[in-house]
Structure formats: C-alpha cells, structure tokens
C-alpha cells in the first residue's frame, strides 16, 4: 500500500533559522504530493503541491520538490518566523484508488 | 463563506451508545473524507467518498459506517462506540484538479473530539 514518512520532532528553532522537514513515500501509480499545516487548535490546511516530477510546489516561502527518483518531498523554509510554529503534515493522494495517506506530523517551534 | 463544517464540535459518550457526526460542504465537491487524528499516528483516512453513493473503506474503516446520499453530506455514523475510538475527527472535502492523480487538495473542517468512556 502507499506510505508517507516523515521525520520525527519535536523540532525547535530560533527565528530566522532554516527549516528541512524530510519527508519520502511509497506509491504506486504516479501519485500527487502535499504538505499540510495545522496551527494549534485550527484544522489542517494545505500549505502547497505538486502533482508530477520535478515539479515545486511553493507558498508562504516555503518550498518542497517532488523528486521521483528519490521518492521524495522536503519541505525547507529559508528563514522561520515564531508564526511557523505549528504541526505539518507531508501526504500523498495515489492515481489508483484515490485513498489520502499522511506522515505522522512534525511539530515545529519557533522561538523569538 | 465556502467551508466544511461538522457537528457536534465536542462529544462525550459512553460505550455502545450510537452516534452520528455530521459533515457538510457548500464548495460543490465531488471528493468527501473522513480522518481520525492520534498523537503520534497522523491523519488516519477512516472513509471516502468519490461523489454522491460510491463510498470506500480507507485505512482504519472498522468500527465506523458512512453514507453519501447527497453530494453535500457525508456523515460519520458510529454504531456501537468504543474507548479505541477516542480521537479527533476530521472531514474534509474536494474537487479533482489537474494531474494524473489529480490534486484533490483536502478543505477540512474544524474537527470534532469525541471522548468515549
């Protein structure tokens, strides 16, 4: 079946600091990759995607390639704001049967 | 305003008790879904729902039942609670988009938490 793993937390930083959360999966059929975030207390939103290799996905000055050959999907951020702190989620929807897989979730701290 | 929005928000039951957590969307979406959220585990896919009477079992579909007679709707009906079904739980909602698997990028509701005792 299809997977999503991603790297363990918790993760804490300072501000301005860079941020890689690594994430890889297992698919069959050419699946459409995501990163979800959840604030705390909210529900999860999408945060970007991409649906084909080599393919960036990028939003709010976050960045993720789909790498096929890696079977990979790293979320990196340049320079963190304590507003980045949150939960993300990498997952992965599969051209087969539509089922949704996510990674258990980074938590990401901030500090000032 | 577009949104998924679910009911009750908060839930405390006792085992055995049947119960229904309702989920509607007002975006038109073919795509509906239902997660489960345990520390450490994720987002779980309990069941989806590719448009109005085609629903499939996701990964943790035991103990739950769903139904999608109206494209809006898709409840999340529990017929016999267990305390292994505490968890918060996620709806969410989606159109295709482009791409060979789509995109199918998920709009979630706000969650509901239901404890069973």
């Known amino acids: 079946g299809n997977s999503v793993t991603q790297m363990e937390g918790p993760v804490t930083l300072s501000e301005e600091a860079f941020l890689t959360i690594n994430c890889t999966y297992t698919?069959?059929?050419?699946?459409?990759l995501f990163w979800y975030v959840q604030y705390p207390g909210e529900g999860l939103q999408l945060l970007l995607k991409?649906?084909?290799?080599?393919d960036k996905g990028s939003n709010k000055g976050f960045e993720a390639t789909y790498r096929k050959e890696t079977t990979s999907f790293h979320l990196e951020k340049g320079s963190v704001q304590v507003s980045d702190s949150a939960v993300y989620f990498c997952a992965l929807i599969s051209s087969n049967d539509y089922k949704l897989s996510f990674g258990a979730g980074t938590t990401v701290t901030v500090r000032a | 305003e577009a949104q998924v929005t679910q009911n009750p928000r908060y839930l405390i039951t006792v085992t055995g008790k049947k119960l229904t957590v309702t989920c509607s969307q007002n975006?038109?979406?073919?795509?509906m879904s239902w997660y489960r959220q345990d520390p450490g585990l994720g987002l779980r896919q309990i069941y989806y729902s590719m448009n109005v009477e085609v629903t499939d079992k996701g990964d943790v579909p035991e103990g739950y039942k769903v139904s999608r007679k109206e494209k809006r709707n898709f409840p999340l009906i529990l017929e016999s609670p267990s305390p292994n079904q505490t968890s918060l739980y996620f709806c969410a909602s989606s159109f295709r988009g482009p791409g060979v698997a789509g995109t199918y990028e998920q709009y979630f509701g706000p969650g509901t938490r239901l404890t069973v005792t």
């Open positions: 991409a649906t084909k290799a080599d």
């Open positions: 698919a069959t059929g050419y699946p459409s």
């Open positions: 975006m038109n979406h073919e795509y």
